[in-house]
């Protein structure tokens, strides 16, 4: 049972490079994520999306892009990178959107941009 | 305003002993529920716990409380018996109301320390 599956852990870029961020459920979730936690503060939300072809702006949505093809899949693109997005990038997934449902979180991708 | 605040410095705990986290939240929702998630050194958020609004009783789950004062608008954790393997930064969360806006806000988050 994997769960919330991220990759890469790692990664180092260059300024004005991009990536992506993949990021796959496998509990069958309507509803996901895409949170970044810089050093000594909580988590913010970037994008989330509640079902395939269904995408909408968190609180820092400035530098990223997201699609959502599949139920599974919410990969977070970064277009040219910037120092300011150096950090550890979260997705997450939930059940439901009432609030009483949790998010399931993914392990991470740390991520330096130099 | 900030609706959630976790204000304690880092926090120290002997082996053994009982630790209470702090968390203060702000909404005006009447429909909310408050997580607590743990993020040790390796870096994963872990669910530990939920409350809801309506609920009268205060959440456990195994060594984990939450002491909800709904009228203060508080709900800290009790972590019991602080094993060695507690240490690490705890988050207070929030999820207001239903629907796509329903989404999960984080404090700034606490690191707990426990000493042999």
């Known amino acids: 049972n994997a769960g919330v599956t991220q990759t890469p852990k790692f990664r180092i870029l260059k300024i004005g490079q991009s990536m992506t961020l993949q990021c796959t459920q496998d509990?069958?979730?309507?509803?996901m994520y895409w949170y970044r936690q810089d050093p000594g503060m909580g988590l913010k939300l970037i994008y989330y999306?509640?079902?395939?072809?269904?995408?909408d702006k968190g609180e820092v949505p400035n530098g990223y892009n997201v699609s959502r093809s599949t139920t599974e899949d919410f990969p977070l693109r970064l277009e040219l990178a910037a120092p300011s997005q150096t950090s550890v990038y979260f997705c997450?997934?939930?059940?439901?959107?009432?609030?009483?449902?949790?998010?399931?979180f993914g392990n991470g991708t740390r991520l330096t941009v130099t | 305003a900030q609706k959630i605040t976790q204000t304690q410095p880092g926090m120290f705990v002997q082996e053994k002993e009982a630790v209470t986290l702090d968390c203060t939240y702000d909404?005006?929702?009447?429909?909310?529920?408050l997580f607590w998630y743990k993020q040790p050194s390796s870096g994963e958020m872990i669910f530990l716990i939920y409350?809801?609004?309506?609920?009268?009783q205060n959440a456990t789950e195994g060594r984990y409380s939450l002491n909800f004062q709904k009228a203060r608008k508080s709900a800290n954790l009790v972590i019991s018996a602080s094993q060695l393997g507690d240490s690490a930064m705890y988050f207070c969360a929030m999820r207001e109301g239903r629907g796509a806006n329903s989404k999960l806000t984080f404090g700034k988050g606490i690191t707990l320390s426990v000493r042999p």
């Open positions: 999306s509640v079902g395939a072809g269904i995408t």
């Open positions: 909404t005006s929702d009447q429909s909310y529920g």
């Open positions: 997450a997934s939930s059940y439901l959107t009432t609030y009483n449902s949790p998010l399931h």
């Open positions: 509990m069958n979730h309507n509803y």
């Open positions: 409350q809801g609004s309506y609920d009268e």
